[in-house]
């Protein structure tokens, strides 16, 4: 096993703070630092398995503060964008319109619409709502007597 530096430490408990396998995080180490790790040196790390409950506890918080910031916050996350996703849809189309895909095209296009539409957010609109905002209807039943008509308008109002 490789003798770790704390950047590289850092790298690894942020990446499994951010759901990155063990595996994924071995070829990354790899690729960035030039250092041969294990799928189990990288596990040491994770306080939320066996094998890292003895970490430091300065890896501890860092885990927890970057998985905290990974589940909240989505403006790190470019697909997370609807710009991004738009401009992709738009590339996407016109390389299918390109190679005379247009089974493709048209699907991408429908995409847009459907991404501009917000066909696929968690939005909901209430279109009949009462007074006071809730879908309780006001009903007033006053059978023909108008003074209490009258006074009841007048309390709404804020009239005497």
């Given amino acids: 096993m490789a003798t770790l530096n704390d950047k590289v430490k850092a790298f690894i408990v942020q990446g499994l ?11 990354a180490v790899k690729n960035d630092f030039g250092l041969e790790t294990s799928r189990q040196q990288v596990e040491s790390y994770d306080p939320t398995k066996r094998a890292g409950q003895s970490c430091a506890k300065k890896w501890k918080e860092l885990f927890a503060a ?21 401009n992709m849809l738009c590339r996407m189309a016109r390389e299918a319109e390109q190679s ?6 048209a699907s991408l296009l429908e995409q847009a619409a459907k991404e501009m539409g917000e066909v696929f957010t968690n939005k909901q609109k209430l279109d009949h709502q009462s007074s006071d905002k809730s879908m309780t209807p006001v009903v007033n039943n006053f059978n023909g007597d108008a003074q209490a008509a009258s006074q009841a308008y007048q309390d709404i109002m804020g009239g005497k």
């Fill in 17 to 27: 703070a951010t759901y990155q396998t063990p595996s994924q995080i071995v070829t």
């Fill in 66 to 86: 970057t998985r905290k910031k990974y589940q909240e916050d989505f403006s790190d996350i470019a697909i997370a964008n609807k710009a991004y996703r738009l």
């Fill in 100 to 105: 005379k895909n247009r089974p493709l095209a």
